[in-house]
T-cell receptor, first 113, second 110 residues
Framework: SQELEQSPQSLIVQEGKNLTINCTSS?????LYWYKQKYGEGLIFLMM?????EEKSHEKITAKLDEKKQQSSLHITASQPSHAGIYLC?????????????FGEGTQLTVNP | NAGVTQTPKFQVLKTGQSMTLQCAQDMNHEYMSWYRQDPGMGLRLIHYSVGAGITDQGEVPNGYNVSRSTTEDFPLRLLSAAPSQTSVYFC?????????FGPGTRLLVL
């Protein structure tokens, strides 16, 4: 969706390296969600951000929301092969989105041992 | 809780055939939706529902029908399959905060 842009589209890193994936919206963000998808499988919920400046962490993954820039970043510290997959950001772009999340195109992450 | 379940996991259709993709959730969520995932295009919303008896179109509704007779079930019908409908289809169910996804149905239309 052009309403939600993810960068980069793909990323190849060496195990142990840090990396950042960005998600930028052309509209006001009312909620931002990060999901991870392994090839051929469904989407696994990682984190949700709702307030500007909010930052959440789970294990080695940290997500931040910059409300002014309408942008979220997902940072992985000391990457491992288990982090490989497709990372998708989804957003509530309406005050009452209900089930209508808008998604970015995804970032394909490869972690080489 | 089984969460969100989808059947079948994989299906091959010939152009012009019809079929129904099944989706069920056991979390008593009001909001449910169908997405399709294509390479380089992320997830696109096909149809969604805000409760039993209420459905609406998403971003790419053409060629698909839905109905929501119960809170639990939200089937997606392909009326006359076309090769452009080859994709991976995900059903989702949304709780107070989080949207949960099913495992997906891979559809190939020849």
């Amino acid at each position: 969706s052009q309403e939600l842009e993810q960068s980069p589209q793909s990323l190849i890193v060496q195990e142990g390296k840090n990396l950042t994936i960005n998600c930028t919206s052309s509209k006001t963000l009312y909620g931002l969600y990060w999901y991870k998808q392994k090839y051929g499988e469904g989407l696994i919920f990682l984190m949700m951000l709702q307030k500007g400046g909010e930052e959440k962490s789970h294990e080695k993954i940290t997500a931040k929301l910059d409300e002014k820039k309408q942008q979220s970043s997902l940072h992985i510290t000391a990457s491992q092969p288990s982090h490989a997959g497709i990372y998708l950001c989804g957003a509530d772009l309406r005050r009452t989105s209900g089930s209508r999340l808008t998604f970015g195109e995804g970032t394909q992450l490869t972690v080489n041992p | 809780n089984a969460g969100v379940t989808q059947t079948p996991k994989f299906q091959v259709l010939k152009t012009g055939q019809s079929m129904t993709l099944q989706c069920a959730q056991d979390m008593n969520h009001e909001y449910m939706s169908w997405y399709r995932q294509d390479p380089g295009m992320g997830l696109r919303l096909i149809h969604y529902s805000v409760g039993a008896g209420i459905t609406d179109q998403g971003e790419v509704p053409n060629g698909y029908n839905v109905s929501r007779s119960t809170t639990e079930d939200f089937p997606l019908r392909l009326l006359s399959a076309a090769p452009s409908q080859t994709s991976v289809y995900f059903c989702a169910s949304r709780g107070p905060l989080i949207q949960y996804f099913g495992p997906g149905t891979r559809l190939l239309v020849l």
